[in-house]
């Protein structure tokens, strides 16, 4: 099965059901189909053809899904390009891409750099042009090989340049129906996506999987606090997709919130505090259920859980999927020793976009390096310690950033919270931590000093603490720790 022979099933199917909720406009599965349809049948004219790439330079919105399965329907590669980049970041990733058209937005199009920065660009689209129904032919979905490339999604770049992830049909088709049987999903469902549809978080887990389910998708262009809540009363949303920070925001609004049509809490993209979890569960009376993976994987890789929820771990791995814990040496570790996370299965990329040195580096013996510190508990449930990137090394002794983020968690003034190594002429390296406070909270660097010495060792205890309005963050939500470094 392809990509565009999900929404295909589907408007078989689930002809007559609401597939489609963007504002006050509505799609059917059946009209949804037949528009995408249309579209593709024009990229053909266009002169597209099978592997050739197309840009979706689109925040969320109909659009993206309408550009999204018509490219899929004629074999066209949707690339997605993040709209929150700038113009010379945008040009990097067109430059090694080479898309041939790239559809944009009126209010995120400034940001597209000039043509003679796109030379493999012959066509640029707008919004607009994506409803226009005359001047083609409707095209079905082409037959695809399992293991040709169905999407390019880049890195986000949290550290160095970003890199083109290639995705198979195989990888999307296989990751949509595991999400659909691990989330339980139902043609009933309703799931509000306010993550950013360029990110595999919301094109695959997100989008990809209610349209496998025959279920409702909503649309928001971004995550405005009230306007998701006022969505969520409003369409009777049964599926919550959030990022930490999210989480984190609801949290600090004093009065609870009407939430009672949502049957699943899901978290991703970024590690959830173990706070943040038990004061969630506190106050709504449901867990977050967690999941974990990458764009590299799909990116569905682990899930928390079909059986027992089990606090602060992202689960275990989902079906015809196997993980590992290693060392420096690529040797299984014991349970509950630390280790480098190893993912293979289905859902592993097919590697990056002309960087097979990167691609080498990454999938070794048919194993995906996650680049996460981990570690498996007896019961086979992984726990998530840090980024290997992150680590830090204090005159030889490994500290990890999130075991100190959570200790300041535990302070009821302390919103946020990311620890980074800085520079040390004597140890190598210190531990800084950048704390964002509640509103109307205040505390002083030494008492969080003495939250940290009582309950971790010296040398992990951050020997400066800096106050921010905000974090720096990318779009979904994970925190900008390259960006706290150069500070």
Same mark, same amino acid.
């Given at each position: 099965m392809s990509v565009a022979q999900l929404l295909e099933t589907a408007a078989r199917d689930h002809a007559d059901r609401t597939a489609l909720v963007v504002g006050d406009r509505t799609w059917t599965y059946r009209d949804l189909d037949a528009a995408c349809s249309v579209l593709a049948g024009r990229l053909a004219r266009l002169g597209l053809h099978p592997g050739d790439r197309i840009g979706l330079h689109l925040p969320n919105s109909a659009e993206f899904v309408l550009a999204y399965y018509a490219a899929q329907k004629v074999g066209v590669v949707p690339l997605s390009l993040n709209v929150t980049y700038a113009a010379d970041e945008i040009a990097y990733i067109v430059g090694d891409a080479a898309p041939k058209a790239v559809v944009t937005a009126a209010a995120v199009a400034a940001s597209l750099p000039p043509r003679d920065r796109m030379p493999s660009v012959r066509h640029v689209l707008h919004t607009e042009d994506l409803t226009v129904r005359e001047g083609a032919e409707p095209a079905r979905a082409l037959d695809r090989d399992r293991d040709e490339t169905a999407a390019i999604l880049y890195t986000s770049a949290t550290t160095g340049r970003p890199k083109g992830v290639m995705l198979t049909h195989a990888n999307i088709v296989s990751n949509a129906w595991a999400t659909v049987r691990h989330l339980a999903l139902t043609s009933e469902d309703r799931g509000l996506c306010a993550v950013p549809m360029f990110h595999c978080f919301g094109q695959n887990f997100i989008m990809n999987a209610l349209v496998t389910a025959g279920a409702q998708l909503v649309i928001q262009p971004r995550f405005v606090p009230d306007a998701f809540h006022d969505a969520v009363v409003r369409h009777r949303i049964t599926l919550f997709y959030g990022v930490p920070a999210m989480y984190i925001v609801f949290l600090a609004m004093e009065r609870a919130l009407d939430f009672a049509? +949502?049957?699943?809490?899901?978290?991703?993209?970024?590690? #959830?505090?173990l706070d943040v979890e038990r004061r969630w569960h506190e106050r709504y009376g449901r867990p977050i259920t967690q /999941?974990?993976? #990458?764009?590299?994987?799909?990116?569905?890789?682990?899930?928390?859980? @079909?059986?027992? +929820?089990r606090a602060g771990s992202v689960g275990t791995p989902i079906e015809n999927v196997e993980m590992k814990v290693v060392d420096g040496e690529?040797?299984?570790v014991a349970d509950g020793e630390l280790g480098e996370l190893l993912i293979k299965g289905p859902n592993v990329m097919k590697g990056y976009f002309g960087n097979p040195r990167a691609t080498a580096d990454a999938i070794r013996n048919g194993w995906l390096h996650s680049g996460d510190i981990g570690? %498996?508990?007896? @019961?086979?449930?992984?726990?998530?310690?840090?980024?290997?990137?992150?680590? +830090?090394?204090?005159?030889?002794?490994?500290?990890?950033?999130?075991?100190?983020?959570?200790?300041?968690? %535990?302070?009821?003034?302390?919103?946020?919270?990311?620890?980074?190594?800085?520079? @040390?002429?004597?140890?190598?390296?210190?531990?800084?931590?950048?704390?964002?406070?509640?509103? /109307?909270?205040?505390?002083?660097?030494?008492?969080l000093q003495q939250v940290c010495r009582d309950a971790v060792a010296s040398y992990k205890v951050p020997e400066t603490i800096e106050f921010l309005g905000a974090l720096p963050k990318n779009p979904t939500g994970k925190i900008l720790k390259k960006e706290l470094r150069k500070r």
């Open positions: 049509s +949502i049957r699943l809490f899901f978290s991703a993209a970024a590690t #959830l505090p /999941g974990y993976g #990458l764009t590299e994987c799909s990116p569905f890789a682990a899930w928390n859980h @079909d059986v027992r +929820i690529g040797r299984e570690y %498996r508990d007896p @019961d086979g449930y992984y726990f998530l310690v840090d980024r290997v990137k992150d680590m +830090i090394n204090v005159a030889g002794f490994k500290v990890f950033p999130r075991e100190v983020e959570e200790v300041l968690f %535990r302070h009821n003034a302390v919103r946020e919270a990311a620890v980074v190594g800085v520079p @040390d002429p004597v140890r190598g390296e210190a531990v800084k931590a950048f704390v964002v406070l509640q509103e /109307g909270r205040r505390v002083t660097p030494e008492e």
